[in-house]
């Protein structure tokens, strides 16, 4: 598998680990994920196709950018070198259903999210993060142009 989500030179930093499918759905549904991903035609050897990348490089994507039926531009796996699990996905509209109650606006937003979830040549409008026991959950509102972004990073403990 060849990047075409993110650069070559992020990928540099991702750790291989095992992961099973068992795993990476539960990652799935925790985020809110798992149901619009089937609804959009993800089929289960999809599943077997991310595990196998994230197992033998760390990262694997679904580009959903010419797919229709999808609130997704672009999905990515990948495990950090902390050995945390990181789920992020670009949407093609202010994500309501995965936005919670207890996302917090951040007006100095911190640097990390700022580095794992900007695109390239944006500028960073709006950022909210929620923290839990299970995971870390970040959205990043960005513009180029008049095209808005919103990705949405999910970090697993």
Known sequence: MFPTVRTVQSTQSLTPQHCT????????????????????GMLDMDYDVIVRGLSQRGFAEVDARRAVNTPFRWLTFSFLQSGRLEIMACFRSRPVDFITPGMRRFPVPPRETVDACRLSNTVVVDVHIEETTTLRRELVEQRYGNETYWVMRWLFN
């Open 21 to 40: 499918k068992d795993r990476l759905i539960w990652a799935l549904n925790t985020a809110g994920v798992g149901p619009a991903l089937q609804r959009s």
